[in-house]
């Protein structure tokens, strides 16, 4: 079994991540937050980075940093192993067979090398999550045909139909 | 005036081309775009808005600017020196011609953000004659925007293009609409007032004007009578532009009086205002409170669960791999690791093949230990497999009850933004330390003013009427210097023609403007009447046409100057129903030799009838097909059937959205 | 001067209506030139008038 093991450290948001996670993250605003705690924000945005395939390297703008610590990163570690396993099966399934990509997966990394590949690979989908929830959350006008008055809550229904498979649901009608 | 098609390209939702033939058939002159909520009915509708007068109908508290037209998909796929277009086309026609009209706008992308930049912007307008083959003609492009008023009066927009859920009062660009020229324009009473403008209104190159300056004296008493009379002509011209100042100052002044009567009257009793905007503000607070918790909740909702919604897709394609790796595992079942072990150890396996490290044998021995515990990965998957149910399940409703906490969220926003409004008019009215001898001193001032002001005028008038004194006795004086030739005969004759024919327009636009006036009042009340059995209530058209709503009392029918939406409603379908069939009228009397000539308009309806209740949804349904040269309307499937309108519909279609595509298409429903 | 009569004017209010209407709907003509326009019509009715009355 191996003897490296993700999400047992702090993440640092920085620079221009971190000004778009202070906007999707504000503590105590339930007003203007999308998300009750930063790690909320790390895993949904490392799933939808991974989902629309979008990679962010680092920037090193001068921002404040936000940091998720190491109690809360351990506190979501099952889920965020999940995905880890998730992104090793899919990541690989086009390089090598089925049986490799999932025994990888489930072994866990053996090398040094290894486990700061994937490691890095996961931040970069969370960096490249987080603009694309920035995007979608923050940036977007709103549309003429909204079933939603309130702007905040109309980006998040939006998201949820991009992204939320809602086969066979049909909107509420107002 | 009937629209024959729209075609959209990239216009907000729809990507792509998208287009609509409108039924243009007598006796089923009723075509219904049907889809259900939020799948893009009102980006249609508003694109016949959007393409006339290049602005769409905002939402309260957002403006122009905060609307992206182009199409989100086509956006994406753009980069840093990608031109994309967005146009709507609208083609309709009348008796005699085709008018199409087309505005585009052209964007850049502001890369890598997802923002779009207007590059370009152009209106065009074609029209031909629907008989002949002639070429298109292109409308000059000054001219457009002046030219689309006229078909499609920009006053009369709010009506023939309905709005059912986004009414509020309107001012267009701040200012009040003025429909009484915009039904003249339907009515064809502007071409009078064009003719009268032309033949004399229009000052030094009208008709008359021409005509005058033709006739001929001899010497120079004839040519410095003449010279006397521009004088007087000029001296007119700018009495009455002075009179027009007076009167616009007059009307602001009485605009104010009239403010802060109302201000005085509303603010008569202090003790009970404080206790209300006591009580306002704990209303407030709760709201607020009620706002944050119902935020909290969708805030707490979306956090725990959005991820494993959106992680659906790739959990479905990793559990496939997974299971086809499981399904094929090749453990020998009862096996222990301690057996292979002891195996490998002794060299031979239990065929008898030899055992040595490095050999395929060797491998496959050591493959086998993998499937078994305690390096079992085969428990491992199945863990896997329980965690993917547990995320399908925990987000099973999860859709369900987004929607329901995103209405709750809404109703309690709508409600605690309009407490807050009010608390802050409130809140000014108590601050103001309402000193009531200033505000009745501010007022005799006003009322002084008035005074002054109207004083003034009547002084312009009296001078501009004995100007036109002296300019009529000069001019008899010249007509008896005329020379008296065959060529002034000709042009005394014309110009008395054209006097006779200023005057007859000028007594036909009056009678005929009363007449219509009294017509479409009497016709007003008739339908409002008729079509919400409105007993206690009534509506009314004011001078300016404004339309007015009064309710009964005791002492008689009082203005009831805040409507309810629905009450909006009412009385815009009585006005717009009125007009329809007014110009509907008047176009059959025309065949029948009468001397106007006047315009109808289609009608377009979004969702009109979501704010009504079934009984008047039928009522008025019916009188729209009957009133109307043309109608399309925009609703929801379920709705539909409440309206009866089945057998006067010529074309039909779907507007659909697939689940994971985000852009909407137009389908045209075979049969009905 | 004669009486103008009733059809001529009637016939002559008609034409110019029709005019107007026309050009409000494709603005092809700037109010100079309808004046133009109109200057033509009563100059035609007048010499029809004259006509009329034989002379």
């Known amino acids: 079994m191996a003897s490296f093991e993700f999400f047992k450290k702090e993440f640092e948001f920085r620079g221009k991540h971190a000004r778009m996670a202070g906007e999707l993250w504000i503590q105590n605003d339930y007003g203007r937050t999308y998300f009750r705690r930063l790690i909320d924000l790390y895993i949904t945005a490392a799933v939808i980075g991974f989902r629309v395939d979008r990679k962010a390297k680092a920037d090193y703008a001068p921002n404040e940093s936000k940091s998720i610590f190491p109690e809360q990163m351990i506190g979501a570690k099952e889920d965020l192993d999940f995905i880890m396993q998730m992104i090793m099966i899919l990541e690989n399934s086009g390089k090598m067979a089925p049986e490799e990509s999932v025994k990888k997966a489930f072994r866990g990394v053996e090398t040094q090398e290894e486990f700061e590949y994937y490691r890095d690979l996961f931040h970069s989908y969370v960096r490249g999550g987080v603009e694309e929830l920035y995007e979608r959350l923050i940036l977007r006008s709103p549309e003429l045909d909204e079933g939603v008055y309130d702007g905040k809550t109309a980006n998040v229904m939006a998201l949820l139909e991009r992204f939320g498979d809602f086969s066979g649901v049909s909107p509420a009608s107002c | 005036m009937r629209f024959e098609s729209i075609a959209l390209h990239n216009f907000m939702r729809y990507k792509g081309e998208n287009r609509i033939e409108f039924s243009c058939e007598e006796g089923k002159n009723v075509t219904v775009i049907l889809g259900d909520n939020t799948v893009g009915k009102t980006t249609v509708a508003q694109a016949f808005r959007w393409c006339l007068y290049g602005a769409v109908l905002t939402e309260r508290g957002k403006r122009q600017e905060d609307y992206q037209l182009l199409n989100s998909d086509t956006l994406e796929l753009m980069n840093a020196d990608s031109r994309a277009k967005v146009w709507v086309e609208l083609v309709a026609i009348d008796e005699e011609k085709r008018y199409a009209i087309r505005r585009e706008i052209v964007y850049t992308r502001a890369f890598p953000s997802l923002m779009a930049e207007e590059f370009q912007k152009k209106l065009t307008m074609h029209i031909s004659d629907i008989c002949s083959s002639q070429p298109l003609v292109e409308v000059e492009e000054r001219k457009v ?60 190159y009208s008709v008359i004007s021409k005509f005058k300056k033709k006739i001929t004296g001899s010497g120079n008493l004839y040519d410095s009578l003449a010279s006397e009379c521009q004088k007087c002509e000029r001296a007119i011209q700018s009495c009455q532009k002075e009179i027009r100042n007076i009167e616009v100052n007059i009307s602001n002044y009485k605009k104010k009086c009239q403010e802060v009567q109302e201000y005085l009257e509303a603010n008569r009793n202090t003790e009970a205002l404080q206790k209300q905007y006591r009580d306002l503000g704990t209303l407030k607070k709760a709201q ?58 002794g060299g031979r396996c239990i065929c008898g093949a030899k055992l040595s490290p490095g050999t395929k ?46 209405s709750q969220i809404d109703g309690c926003v709508k ?258 | 001067m004669e009486e103008i009569s009733k059809q001529l004017l009637q016939d002559m209010t008609f034409q110019v209506l029709h005019m107007e209407r026309k050009n409000l709907r494709s603005k092809a003509k700037n109010d100079q030139k309808m004046s133009e326009e109109l200057q033509k019509v009563i100059v035609d009715y007048a010499k029809r008038k004259c006509w009329a009355k034989g002379q």
């Open chain 2, 415 to 672: 409600e605690y933004e309009e407490t807050c409004n009010e608390y802050v008019m409130l809140g000014q009215r108590l601050d103001a330390h309402i000193d009531f001898a200033e505000h009745r001193n501010r007022l005799r001032r006003y009322q002084v003013g008035i005074q002054e002001l109207g004083s003034q005028k009547g002084q312009m008038q009296g001078k501009a009427q004995s100007y036109q004194r002296q300019k009529q006795h000069l001019e008899e004086e010249m007509k008896g210097l005329e020379a008296r030739n065959e060529e002034n005969r000709r042009w005394r004759e014309r110009l008395e023609l054209a006097e006779a024919l200023y005057k007859k327009l000028s007594q036909d636009f009056t009678m005929e403007e009363k007449k219509v006036f009294k017509e479409l009042n009497g016709q007003i009340q008739n339908n409002f009447r008729r079509m919400f059995n409105a007993k206690e209530k009534k509506i009314e058209l004011s001078e300016k046409y404004d339309i007015q709503m009064y309710y009964k009392t005791e002492v008689g029918y009082r203005e009831e100057k805040n409507l309810s939406e629905g009450e909006k409603i009412a009385r815009n379908f009585a006005f717009i129903v009125t007009i329809m069939e007014y110009s509907k009228k008047r176009k059959a009397e025309k065949n029948a030799g009468a001397m106007q000539e006047n315009d109808t308009l289609p009608i377009v309806l979004d969702s009109p009838f979501s704010k009504l209740g079934d009984e008047n949804i039928r009522l008025i349904a019916k009188a729209l097909p009957e009133v109307s040269e043309q109608v399309i309307i925009f609703m929801l499937k379920k709705d539909w059937g409440y309206t009866g309108l089945d057998e006067y519909v010529g074309k039909a279609y779907y507007i659909e959205k697939e689940a994971e595509k985000s852009y909407a298409t137009i389908r045209k429903a075979e049969g009905r």
């Open chain 2, 288 to 345: 607020e409170e009620r706002c944050a918790s119902e935020h909290r909740m969708l805030v707490n909702e979306f956090s725990d669960k959005a991820y494993m919604a959106f992680a659906g897709p790739m959990v479905q394609a990793a559990m496939e791999l997974v299971k086809a790796v499981a399904g094929e595992r090749r453990d020998i079942p009862h096996m222990r690791q301690a057996t292979i072990d002891y195996i490998m150890k």
């Open chain 2, 361 to 406: 044998e060797w491998e496959r021995l050591l493959e086998q230990k993998n499937y078994l515990p305690p390096a079992d990965i085969g428990s491992l998957l199945g863990e896997f497999e329980r965690t993917a149910f547990r995320w399908k399940n925990r987000v099973e409703d999860f859709p369900e009850e987004a929607q329901e906490m995103a």
């Open chain 2, 145 to 204: 925007d002046e030219l689309i008023n006229e078909l499609f009066p920009r006053n009369l927009s709010h009506y023939f293009l309905f709005d059912g859920e986004r009414w509020s009062d309107i001012a267009i660009n701040g200012v009040r609409e003025n429909i009484k020229d915009s039904v003249h324009i339907l009515t064809g009473l502007s071409a009078y007032q064009a003719a009268m403008k032309h033949l004399k209104d229009m000052g030094s």
